[in-house]
């Protein structure tokens, strides 16, 4: 029987998973505040990812997968900024938490909680429509974040891993998206395939080692949360440049080509979202030790396309046969009218 | 007509109510991160408290006074910690906005925080049931931070203002409170009775300048959100301690004596919750020196007991013909099951 928010916190948030000794955190769970120290000639860099049944993931999700992606999209904000993850803190609303729920949860959010050596400080919970606010904090030499706001004219665009694998994992887990009626799968998918979608929507990966070691390569950076155009946007935009982007260089996955047709290959990769990956841009003649110290953590980068005077994201395609490409990045709120 | 995420926060969030200059503030709204930086010698202070429609707020409650409320008990774990508002994120789950409804959101909160000089430097926007997830900073000198962990046997316990006004507030505002059936008023409230508790409720004041100021006399701290009985609970249990209690000691504000009778203004003042005062201790020989001190930031304070050997909060009541008092203070989950 649970019987408190304290008891709660006790069994299944004070673990050694998520409460662990971390070098720069005075005080952890369970005053009024937590209280952390930043090394000196450091920025901490915070971010916050707030996360809704039925919309941010399935409603009959399981624990450790929601816990899992919670967790992981925020940290992915910081491997945008190539923060070193720090210590996090957590709002949890929950319907009616059970021990089995809550234990689930507890694993699942250890489990990246300690991959990535971010410790869990705080938090709130509450009874309600479940809801998972995470707020995360990383630490940075000042003056080595990455921002949005560098591409230069000339830069090349890059990405890492492949595009589109995120749009298919929620095609495949609810059979819907927020992508247009014909973003469908052309056959029905392999138990192998489903697995790979289905971990790549619950559990991207936070390329926090690839920006970290490559940060002094990169001149500017966003993670591809919303889709690579639409987030591209933000970047050329916040840079006061535009892009070209070719649409048959942007990296895909073999699981990908063999779900979709071409058409909704490049719709999941330019409009999908929920993939996590970074997009950054390099100058022009750093590329080529930018692609070896990418090479050096382990994460594939690919190069898809150029800043170039103007403003907005064009898409070209070499293809002789090539379609025009519709559709729209995840705008929030899009339809609501006033 | 609202189309974006993005023209929602550039219309109502980076205001210059919300997104003023800040010392200390490197990168604030519109990257992936926020990026901030500490003072040497000090530490950040971090706490997250997340408000629920229906639950930490009535479902017909005005947009600015949800605001108001939402960043108010945020700051109040601040004053908890003695902590100096620096800046705060702002997690936002809203079935439907409006420009009017944004609009006074962002007035209230707008409000609140020019006048605790808490900047907003991010967060995160989505669509469903409401809920309002904050995160404030602030900064403590190493060392000088309030805990709960602090009280001495000998100190006296106080409190900050009155207690009672908040559970009062929410009886007048919903007709129910999580306290038993027979909480209730005594009389119909007038109309400066309604607006005062409506304004305890909805703006509490967080003692930030009390605490700041006192820091030095007081050995250990909590803000009164859940119940005085049940906060103090929190305290002595951390502390190693109990506390003996004198109840009719405890101030209670001349709107509430007029409107409860005795048995139901002591029940609100010990188990009501949403006060947002602060309950502290102070070591015996500088109670005089502390009193002075929190005149200097004009604040009441009260001293309604002394910490004792041993565990618990004991209550204790002079009046020849006190029944005795029962009540809960406010326990997350606790009806649930397993």
Redesign the interface.
Known sequence: ??????E?IENFFATSDLDFEQKGV??GI?????????P?GH??????????????FPIDAEADQIAKRALSVNLS??A??A?KPF?F?????LP?????WLSKFSAGLGEIARKFQIRL?????????M?I?I????I?P?GA?L???GAKIGDQVFVTGSLGDGAIGLLCLEGKSHLDSSFQLASNPSRPCLDYFEKAYYQPTPRIDFSIHCRDYITS???ISDGLRGDLQ?MVK?SGVGARLDVESIPVSEFAKRCLNLENLYKAALFGGDDYELCITVSKDRCAEFVAAAGQSKTKVTCIGEIVEGEGVELISLAQDAKPIDGESY????D???
Chains 1, 2 share one sequence.
């Not at 369970?30 to 930043?38: E, K």
């Not at 705008?331 to 899009?334: G, I, T, V």
């Open positions: 029987m649970l019987k408190t928010e304290f709660i005075d005080l369970g005053d009024d505040a937590a209280l952390i120290r930043v000196d920025n901490l860099s915070i971010s916050t990812d707030i996360l809704v049944e039925g919309r941010h904000d910081l945008a900024m923060a210590c803190t957590l709002g949890l609303v009616e938490p059970t021990e089995a400080v705080g938090g709130d919970l509450s009874e309600g429509p809801t606010a707020q995360v904090h990383g940075n000042i974040a921002r949005r706001d950076a966003i993670d933000h916040a705008r929030h709120f899009s609501l009218q006033s």
